[in-house]
């Protein structure tokens, strides 16, 4: 959500940052309705103050006996005009509610333009990518040795599924636990364990919603499934003031994660790339706005770790302004390298939201001692996704035999296992 007083301050500086998104000039009608409720307020008030000193009056004039018809009748005329400026403000605030829920976040200065992630600027590259002849992709891998099912998923639930058996689905299990540890132990946030249902308030905080709608599930009852930990990590803090002192909070949550990928019809249909389902580790850091910088080059070398104890080969973009989510300021990718596709693969999202996020769940923090309260700073960051991570793995460690080698720090959640091969 967007400061409504910094717009009325410099609403070029609004249009400009709108631009870059590549949208209209929005600072003419924001203000517009906002300078309709701001002069209904002014009406309603002066009002008010008529009616307390007309009330005062008719006391007075009863006191001396005097006739305060009028003044009474004057009285009812403006109770009411107040229920009507009353009910017509809060449309008005409503209106100029839902303009702002739907602009995106202002990016950051240091965010290259662009159109697209064809703007997208590289910041590193880490790691060697594997070339190996004839590399394989991990679906023909995981169905050659009968542990990852896409027909019976299919039969169950639709396109968009995987069924994984056996090893692979343990290799999977070791993946997101070996991902919490290391945040957790090395990197010092407190694992959560949190609600995957949530109710509508919670994905409009973190700006899934209303503009979003069509790309999240929604239950009968009105309950939404979460298409991040983002959503029920970041909301922790929805309402509250949070001592300056306990900041920045870092949460880590290992969850399924549902996405209705609306939109993404013939898009990475073969394999696990683009699942309905999958399961991810994410990172969520609160923080006071003058920390959030730091903190997002710290998140995102956090996802970077988790890589190179794999020992996978990846490099960090940086997103130009055309391939920027809705609620960042800024966001670094990290690309994992798939050999059996010969590209690079997105796997992680760091994002700074600056206060973005926290002005649409009104969360604060205050200094010791002040009175005065600031919104927080929230940032978020895959830790890695889970599956993505699966599919890195089995392309890089692939065998000539169509085995595959589990890396070194993983064998431990394995049990011991240290190749899997064809039952």
């Given at each position: ?198 109710r509508e308030d919670a994905l409009y905080g973190t700006g899934q919603l209303p503009k979003f709608a069509e790309e999240n599930f929604r239950t009968t009852n009105g309950h939404w499934?979460?298409?991040t930990a983002e959503v029920s990590l970041t909301n922790i803090v929805a309402g509250e003031i949070v001592e300056a002192t306990a900041l920045p909070l870092r949460t880590v949550a ?170």
């Amino acid at each position: 959500m967007h400061d409504i007083r910094a717009i009325r301050d410099d609403p070029e500086a609004f249009d400009q940052a709108m631009e870059r998104r590549g949208l209209e000039p929005h600072a003419g009608p924001v203000l517009a309705v906002d300078e309709k409720r701001r002069a209904l307020q002014t009406e309603l008030q002066q009002l008010q103050q008529r009616r307390n000193e007309a009330s005062r009056q008719i006391g007075a004039a009863k006191q001396k006996g005097g006739d305060a018809q009028s003044l009474i009748d004057e009285v009812a005329r403006i109770k009411d005009r107040m229920a009507a400026i009353e009910e017509e403000e809060r449309a008005t605030g409503e209106a100029l509610t839902a303009l702002l829920s739907g602009l995106p976040n202002s990016p950051s200065g240091e965010v290259p333009d662009g159109m697209d992630e064809s703007d997208n600027v590289e910041l590193r590259r880490v790691g060697e990518p594997a070339r190996p002849n004839s590399a394989r992709e991990h679906h023909v891998l995981g169905e050659a040795l009968g542990l990852m099912d896409f027909a019976t998923a299919a039969k169950l639930s639709g396109s968009r599924f995987v069924l994984l058996r056996g090893a692979l689905a343990r290799l999977e299990r070791a993946l997101g636990q070996f991902m919490v540890d290391l945040h957790v132990r090395e990197h010092g946030y407190t694992e959560v364990s949190p609600p995957l249902l949530v109710r509508e308030d919670a994905l409009y905080g973190t700006g899934q919603l209303p503009k979003f709608a069509e790309e999240n599930f929604r239950t009968t009852n009105g309950h939404w499934l979460i298409p991040t930990a983002e959503v029920s990590l970041t909301n922790i803090v929805a309402g509250e003031i949070v001592e300056a002192t306990a900041l920045p909070l870092r949460t880590v949550a290992l969850t399924p994660c549902f996405r209705a990928e609306a939109g993404a019809a013939g898009r990475d249909t073969h394999g696990m790339i683009r699942q309905h389902q999958f399961q991810k580790a994410e990172l969520v850091s609160i923080t006071a706005p003058e920390e959030s910088e730091v903190e997002h080059e710290r998140m995102t070398r956090c996802a970077e770790t988790v890589l190179e104890r794999l020992g996978l080969a990846y490099r960090v973009v940086a997103l130009s302004t055309g391939d920027l989510g809705f609620s960042a300021h800024k966001t670094y990718d990290i690309e994992v390298w798939l050999p059996g596709q010969n590209a690079y693969r997105e796997i992680s999202s760091c994002s700074n939201c600056g206060a973005f996020q926290a002005r649409r769940m009104n969360a604060r923090c205050r200094a010791k001692g002040d009175k005065a309260t600031r919104f927080v700073h929230t940032l978020n960051g895959s830790g890695v996704a889970v599956g993505r991570a699966l599919i890195a793995v089995l392309e890089t460690y692939q065998q000539a035999d169509g085995s595959i080698a589990v890396p070194d720090v993983l064998r431990p959640y394995m049990g011991g296992i240290d190749l899997i091969a064809a039952a």
